[in-house]
């Protein structure tokens, strides 16, 4: 059972910073693509950033200089920075994998973890 599994989310001020990790617990995978989505109330589900298997990345323009993703091992990560209170969201980690034993990619998403950016 693939499982997606998000923290770092938490309370920040405008301004300040926050690390996501998305921790993909599937014991044999080769990741296509991994993505950051984000809701706000009342708003649409919005992709963030995305990094591709040939280490290509994309980030909405409202995030660009802001935030980065990156990955290390079984983790996806999206550093946060100078973090505006339109960041405020409930962010995914978003997954295009393809697990053992399987020979096709699937697409999987985490629960979401809440960032709030609030003075």
């Known amino acids: 059972q693939v499982q997606l599994v998000e923290s770092g989310g938490g309370l920040v001020q405008p301004g300040g910073s926050l690390r996501l990790s998305c921790d993909v617990r599937?014991?044999?995978?080769?990741?296509?693509?991994m993505r950051w989505y984000r809701q706000a109330p009342g708003k649409e589900r919005e992709r963030v950033a995305a990094i591709y298997s040939g280490g290509s990345t994309m980030y909405v323009g409202s995030v660009k200089g802001r935030f980065a993703i990156s990955k290390d091992n079984a983790t996806v990560y999206l550093q946060m920075n100078s973090l505006e209170p339109e960041d405020t969201a409930v962010y995914y980690c978003?997954?295009?994998?393809?697990?053992?034993?399987?020979?096709?990619?699937?697409?999987?998403w985490g629960k979401g973890t809440l960032v709030t950016v609030s003075s």
């Open positions: 599937v014991s044999i995978f080769s990741i296509n693509t």
């Open positions: 978003n997954a295009i994998l393809t697990p053992w034993p399987s020979s096709v990619a699937w697409e999987y």
